[in-house]
């Protein structure tokens, strides 16, 4: 157990819905990161708040969005859903501001886009 | 793009065996690391060695770092079948302020 959780496990919804993942980090963790993991396109990084402050933006669609709260649990929106959007979503947590630091990942959110 | 790609993308071995998994990346790295993840699971933290760093020891895990040719192996000894599973490297890039992971190795270690 590495200490971050995300709810919820599995979501299934339709095309052209929202759904928000949710993530608590580590305690002490001020570090959260998005990732999206499909098939076809890998592990990919969508973005990285710390300490309540975007801190860094990778391949994140305009149609999804996050933010750290003060309490630093993260959530992470996605709008007008695509099939294409169907992925494991991972949330991973450090202690610093350092995207390079080592991460400990959650176990993820299965998003089904029917 | 990926960063790391590692080699080979599929390997099969019996329990007791040694497995050796490659990455090769593009840029320049402050560190790399190796990341396990089972089937659908989290991804979790094996080992991270600094880029002044060749060699690093983790239990029975062993990783070799080549700066000059820019990639990195990692040795599993004495594999088990619990050690079945995904495995990604993941480089921190000196240019962003991010970890870039590659496409991973599936290993599979059958008793």
């Known amino acids: 157990d590495s200490g971050v959780t995300q709810t919820p496990k599995h979501l299934i919804t339709a095309t052209g819905q929202r759904v928000t993942l949710r993530c608590s980090p580590r305690?002490?963790?001020?570090?959260v990161y998005w990732y999206q993991q499909s098939l076809d396109q890998g592990l990919q990084f969508l973005i990285q708040?710390?300490?309540?402050?975007?801190?860094a933006k990778g391949n994140i669609l305009e149609r999804f969005s996050a933010q750290q709260f003060p309490d630093l649990h993260s959530e992470l929106n996605l709008s007008s859903l695509e099939l294409g959007d169907s992925a494991l979503y991972f949330c991973?947590?450090?202690?610093?501001?350092?995207?390079?630091?080592?991460?400990?990942f959650g176990p993820g959110t299965r998003l089904t886009v029917l | 793009s990926q960063q790391g790609e590692e080699d080979p993308q599929a390997l099969s071995i019996q329990e007791g065996e040694n497995a050796t998994m490659n990455c090769s990346y593009k840029?320049?790295?402050?560190?790399l690391q190796w990341y396990r993840q089972n089937s659908g699971r989290g991804l979790v933290h094996l080992i991270l060695?600094?880029?002044?760093?060749r060699e690093k020891h983790s239990g029975r895990l062993r990783v070799t770092l080549d700066t000059s040719k820019k990639s990195s192996s990692l040795l599993i000894t004495a594999s088990r079948a619990a050690d079945t599973a995904s495995y990604f490297c993941?480089?921190?890039?000196?240019?962003?302020?991010?970890?870039?992971f590659g496409t991973g190795t599936r290993l599979l270690v059958s008793p």
């Open positions: 991973a947590s450090s202690v610093g501001a350092s995207g390079k630091d080592e991460q400990f």
């Open positions: 305690s002490g963790d001020l570090s």
């Open positions: 708040y710390y300490n309540g402050e975007e801190r």
């Open positions: 840029t320049s790295i402050n560190n």
């Open positions: 060695i600094r880029s002044n760093e």
């Open positions: 993941a480089t921190g890039d000196t240019g962003f302020q991010k970890l870039v």
